[in-house]
């Protein structure tokens, strides 16, 4: 079992700490055996296998536990005479009615250490909240970076070019690597999955009855990654191929999409206005092999590709994303933590001079000192331009942690 050290660094401070731990993520993102990976912790910690419950939702096992009473009283049976130190673990969290009351119930006691996991992003709007606000931490987790894909892959051939065209074209799911990379199989794995998400965090969540309404809005989307996007945008192109849809029913199905992890919204700041723009945001993908399998993989589509491979690493790495707007002019990525802030253009190759006066132009004209990088694909690196610094897109994502010191 593959360790992914990057999430066991952030949550192994807050174990026996008196807050609960929230870790949020897409279906088959790897929440579940990092769950079991921080009980294997405890148990090197001696923990006593007694003091530990893991409740899985997904388990038919578990399916009695419907709503928030059953969750309370199995949990109390379950440590009843227990005195020490008590682990509670629950897995897809929101499959349990009221869940929150019985999680404010026992976070109350004062005596149980708790994580929970949600494939939906309602999970932290509802009750828990405002109950207990303050007193949680979420631990969102992404599909694997093209770093823990090579390591799960550890085929030793060292072939990573060849490892990154399958990564481009499969994306990040850790179930993959038990498959070889057949484009057929791995499809229908990839398929079936975006089934199961559609279906239950999607339709049967929100009750929606107009599917194809939502599978014609959702391939809309995949297909325009990395594009500005707007509801009426949405609604004309539908029109014109007579579906008639509100941009308002746009706009719902899209918060639907964006409660599953399915896509993320990354708004626009005006740089020169220091403001965060309520329009014309873009969307990237949970996982850029979704787009794929639905779609199909074609070359032509490599930038907007690579910009949504791109977003996903700086998530994994913590930072808060916004696109920059200069003017009539657009940086792809602004990435903010702590204190640290940096521009990022991505390109797939800088191999014609209007390509690199596209890309190097519109950072130069930002007047702060924060760092500046463009990366692309070129094997052969230039020099920088006016400090702003070129890289190999893959030796960013091989790299770990902050891109401003290249570690």
Do not use: C
């Not at 794995?189 to 279906?199: C, D, G, H, K, R």
């Not at 014309?280 to 590709?305: M, P, T, V, W």
């Not at 990525?333 to 890309?359: C, D, G, H, M, S």
Request: charged share 25%.
């Amino acid at each position: 079992m593959y360790i992914r050290g990057n999430y066991t660094d952030r949550i192994r401070p807050f174990i026996g700490k008196p807050v609960i731990k929230v870790i949020t993520g897409m279906r088959r993102s790897g929440k579940s055996t990092f769950v079991k990976q921080i009980i294997a912790h405890l148990a090197v910690e001696l923990v006593p296998e007694k003091s530990i419950l893991y409740i899985n939702k997904e388990s038919l096992e578990f399916d009695f536990i419907r709503n928030y009473r059953d969750l309370h009283t199995y949990v109390q049976e379950f440590f009843s005479g227990i005195t020490d130190k008590k682990y509670l673990f629950v897995d897809e969290i929101q499959e349990i009615e009221n869940w929150e009351k019985a999680i404010t119930s026992f976070f109350s006691d004062g005596d149980v250490d708790i994580f929970i996991t949600g494939s939906n992003a309602h999970l932290l709007s509802s009750e828990i909240a405002t109950l207990i606000s303050g007193r949680y931490i979420e631990f969102p987790l992404y599909t694997l970076g093209f770093n823990e894909f090579l390591q799960f892959r550890d085929d030793q051939r060292g072939i990573v070019e060849e490892d990154f065209r399958n990564y481009l074209r499969f994306g990040g799911l850790p179930a993959l690597h038990h498959f070889d990379f057949n484009e057929e199989v791995v499809y229908q794995y990839i398929n079936a999955l975006y089934s199961t998400i559609l279906l239950k965090d999607v339709i049967k969540r929100n009750n929606i009855r107009n599917i194809s309404l939502l599978e014609n809005i959702t391939k809309f989307i995949f297909d325009n990654i990395g594009n500005i996007f707007s509801a009426k945008k949405v609604s004309d192109y539908l029109k014109s191929q007579r579906i008639r849809v509100r941009p308002e029913t746009v706009q719902n199905y899209v918060s639907y999409l964006l409660s599953s992890y399915a896509i993320y919204k990354v708004p626009r700041y005006d740089i020169k206005g220091k403001r965060l723009l309520e329009i014309h945001e873009k969307y990237y993908l949970g996982d850029i092999g979704f787009r794929n399998a639905l779609l199909g993989y074609k070359d032509q589509d490599i930038s907007g590709i690579l910009e949504n491979i791109v977003f996903l690493e700086l998530k994994r790495r913590g930072y808060q994303i916004a696109i920059g707007k200069l003017g009539d002019l657009e940086i792809d990525f602004i990435a903010e933590k702590q204190n640290e802030k940096v521009y990022i253009q991505v390109a797939y190759l800088l191999a014609q001079p209007e390509t690199i006066e596209r890309e190097f132009s519109v950072l130069k004209k930002i007047k702060d000192n924060y760092p500046k990088f463009v990366l692309s694909l070129d094997t052969v690196i230039g020099e920088d331009v006016d400090g702003i610094r070129r890289m190999n897109l893959i030796e960013f994502l091989i790299s770990e942690n902050s891109i401003t010191n290249g570690k």
